[in-house]
């Protein structure tokens, strides 16, 4: 694949830069991870919510920052004293630390984030200020008015 250099926009642009990093990032070869395994999904016309499948976390060994535009989710199992009677013949459930990065929109927060039968289910609203929303210019009808004299009256 071949790479394009974004560093002539850079220099005529303001306030884009997140944008062409975005693009940039785009780029570069696929480097996602498959684990942990996660839905997103709409719950309503301004809420999402993110469900991770965290098998074997408790509340503890997971954490979720959010931080301009960008959500971290991080869970690190904690060392289990494993008993010296018992070995493992075969080890399926995942036990690594895993750290997942989504990409949030402009005025899209968190607003909790729950843990239920091995899913964690991050809820975000996407809040628009009131500045922003498209509002509504009513139209003045003059018609009752005279009209407007432009010159002055004969004698």
């Known amino acids: 694949m071949r790479h394009v250099d974004f560093s002539p926009l850079y220099r005529s642009t303001v306030g884009f830069d997140r944008l062409l990093t975005m ?77 997942r990065r989504f990409q949030l929109a402009e005025h899209v927060e968190v607003t909790g984030a729950s843990l239920r039968n091995g899913l964690l289910h991050i809820d975000l609203v996407r809040e628009i200020p009131e500045a922003m929303k498209p509002r509504k210019i009513a139209i003045s009808n003059e018609t009752g008015l005279k009209p407007k004299q432009i010159e002055a009256n004969q004698a």
């Open 23 to 99: 693009l940039d990032s785009l780029a570069q070869p696929d480097q996602t991870q498959s684990y942990p395994p996660y839905n997103i999904e709409r719950t309503g016309e301004t809420t999402y919510r993110i469900t991770m499948a965290i098998a074997g976390f408790d509340e503890t060994e997971i954490s979720i920052e959010a931080r301009e535009h960008a959500l971290t989710v991080k869970g690190e199992k904690a060392d289990e004293d494993s008993s010296e009677n018992s070995e493992f013949l075969y080890r399926g459930i995942a036990k690594r630390a895993f750290e």
